[in-house]
């Protein structure tokens, strides 16, 4: 049964940085790919990254360059760095559990029931 408590995100200015942690609980997370997406209000949920067991990232177009996913297996913990940032990232940002395929995360492919809370990220000057 997945369960995930994230934290991070708030308040940043144009062109500032924030972090995200995503922490799994009763679960080793070194055999599953760890997605990350966001909801701004009136849209759809998208993937903006993923990493696969070997870390090996994927990124959405759309924070390439400026988004940054990483693990820490130990501490059964995913991160996103979030530089440059553009108010259009505004959004709610959820972590969960993706499948894998060929050792390629696969952010389109969502494993059940393994959305995390859900944290807030405002970029506003």
């Known amino acids: 049964q997945w369960e995930f408590v994230q934290s991070g995100g708030g308040l940043a200015q144009p062109g500032g940085s924030l972090r995200l942690s995503c922490t799994a609980s009763?679960?080793?997370?070194?055999?599953?790919?760890i997605g990350w997406f966001r909801q701004a209000p009136g849209k759809v949920r998208e993937g903006v990254a993923c990493?696969?067991?070997?870390?090996?990232?994927y990124y959405a177009d759309s924070v390439k360059g400026r988004f940054t996913m990483s693990r820490d297996n130990a501490k059964s913990t995913v991160y996103l760095h979030l530089d440059s940032l553009k108010p259009e990232d505004s959004a709610v940002y959820f972590c969960?559990?993706?499948?894998?395929?060929?050792?390629?995360?696969?952010?389109?492919?969502?494993?059940?029931?393994?959305w995390g809370q859900g944290t807030q990220v405002t970029v506003s000057s």
């Open positions: 969960a559990a993706v499948r894998q395929l060929d050792g390629v995360c696969a952010v389109r492919e969502v494993r059940s029931d393994s």
């Open positions: 990493i696969s067991n070997m870390h090996n990232p």
């Open positions: 009763g679960i080793s997370l070194d055999s599953y790919s």
